[in-house]
Antibody, heavy 119, light 107 residues
């Protein structure tokens, strides 16, 4: 069974840092691009970042460019999101999502991990 | 960036109704569009990709049509399990963008 399990969320002060992880199983991890998508409380979905299967290609939303870094460890089937200089507007449920093979839409989603930025 | 606008933002319907949700793009996305369903407290679920291709396991009452700047999601006969929020997402180009969502409520 294909599964994505996020972890690493929590409460952090403005300006702080947090690293999210996503453990993947049930598929050949290195063959698929992976994404982070977030959802602020009561709001819609917002794409955050995508990384290619090899890790060489990375894309970011303007709202997080320069502050967030996506990475992956293909030997351990794990996706990461390093979040620095956090702001109140980064408060959201962060989903890890697997791309459909060869395309940039998401066919498998994790349950999400909550990030709250507040003093 | 391609902006995606969904309409309506909220829709009240009854079981058995035909429901149509529209997604308009600020520029052509060709057929590179996906639809997701999200229920409260749950992760989104892929319904349709490439504008009209049904994801495996998704009931055939869901269908998608259109291309370019206007793409629609149709539920032919609304079922109790379909009350949820629906999002479109373009994957024609980065940054990937979602529509604002359409909440389908019970009338």
């Amino acid at each position: 069974e294909v599964q994505l399990v996020e972890s690493g969320g929590g409460l952090v002060q403005p300006g702080g840092s947090l690293r999210l992880s996503c453990a993947a199983s049930g598929f050949t991890f290195t063959s698929y691009a992976m994404n982070w998508v977030r959802q602020a409380p009561g709001k819609g979905l917002e794409w955050v970042s995508t990384i290619s299967g090899s890790g060489a290609g990375k894309y970011y939303a303007d709202a997080v460019k320069g502050r967030f870094t996506i990475s992956r460890d293909n030997s351990n089937n794990t996706l990461y999101l390093q979040m620095n200089s956090l702001r109140a507007e980064d408060t959201a449920l962060y989903y890890c999502a697997k791309n459909y093979f060869g395309a940039s839409f998401m066919d498998v989603w994790g349950k999400g991990t909550t990030v709250t930025v507040s003093s | 960036d391609i902006q995606m606008t969904q309409s309506p933002s909220t829709l009240s319907a009854s079981v058995g109704d035909r429901v149509i949700i529209t997604c308009r793009a600020s520029q052509s996305v060709s057929s590179w569009l996906a639809w997701y369903q999200q229920k409260p407290g749950k992760a989104p679920k892929l319904l349709i990709y490439k504008a009209s291709s049904l994801e495996g396991g998704v009931p055939s009452r869901f269908s998608g049509s259109g291309s370019g700047t206007e793409i629609t999601l149709t539920i032919s006969s609304l079922q109790p399990d379909d009350f949820a929020t629906y999002y479109c997402q373009q994957y024609n180009s980065y940054p990937l963008t979602f529509g604002g969502g359409t909440k389908v409520e019970i009338k």
